[in-house]
């Protein structure tokens, strides 16, 4: 298989910010974000896109920028035609959910992509994965692995589900297994902080790049400056007090 584009180099974690189109792309890219990730936030979870509107993003911004896209769920056989779909499209990577209930797909993954695009399995706060997913990944040869949550509303994110120990738990596994790591599902500025700690590869964001975190709403700009701001005062921080892996 030929080796895709890598992430870029730097402190992790790094910025990810969903967006629902080329013009929301390129604002997230001049305020900030590392990585741009196609995802529709009105069909949840993992709202995909029509191939077109991804390949829009990949072509105006495809050798500037990570992309990714999500994917929808993958099927009880462990595949995804979605995924398959997306990969022809140049994204680097595309992300496919494992729904609670669902985890034995796992154990016959069969996501073909097309070279070099990348698989990303995102599991849900509602059912944190076991290390023996984990490690099915990685003997599947998937490339990375995310937390997010299922449900959007009310629930308070991705902290209030999980333990910062477990969340830690999960950050330790990937990196063990060499499975790029995320962590997403309704995070805020307030997160940035303890979760960056964690050494992700990522954090993800949408709701909080909204006015009144409605995602579903319109980009701001002005809060993506916001969170790369706070993301590189940690990186700041971790520098000068030697703490940075």
């Not at 191939?51 to 911004?61: A, C, K, P, R």
């Not at 599991?123 to 099915?136: G, V």
């Not at 590869?201 to 975190?213: E, K, M």
């Amino acid at each position: 298989m030929l080796a895709g584009k890598d992430l870029p180099a730097g402190p992790r974690p790094l910025f990810l910010a969903s967006v629902t189109g080329p013009k929301e792309a390129r604002e997230a890219l001049g305020a900030g974000a590392h990585i741009i990730d196609l995802k529709n936030p009105n069909l949840e979870p993992l709202g995909t896109f029509h191939d077109e509107t991804v390949s829009n993003v990949v072509v105006e911004l495809g050798d500037r920028v990570f992309l990714s896209a999500a994917a929808g769920l993958l099927g009880e056989q462990g595949e995804s035609p979605m995924a398959e779909n997306l990969s022809y499209t140049g994204v680097d990577v595309v992300k496919v959910g494992v729904p609670p209930g669902r985890e034995s797909c796992l154990q016959v993954l069969s996501v073909s992509l097309s070279p070099p695009c990348r698989l990303v399995v995102v599991f849900f706060a509602e059912q944190p994965p076991l290390p023996a997913w984990l490690r099915t990944l990685h003997d599947h040869g998937v490339w990375g692995a995310m937390l997010d949550t299922l449900n959007k509303s009310g629930t308070g994110g991705l902290r209030k589900s999980l333990s910062l120990r477990a969340l830690e738990n999960f950050v330790e596994r990937c990196r063990a297994l060499e499975l790029r790591c995320g962590l997403a599902g309704s995070l805020g500025t307030g997160d940035i902080q303890q979760l960056a700690r964690l050494e992700p590869d990522y954090l993800g964001f949408r709701g909080a790049l909204c006015p009144g975190g409605a995602r579903a709403g319109r980009l701001d700009p002005n809060r993506v400056q916001l969170i790369r701001q706070k993301l590189e005062k940690h990186h700041e921080h971790t520098s000068i007090s030697g703490t940075t892996r």
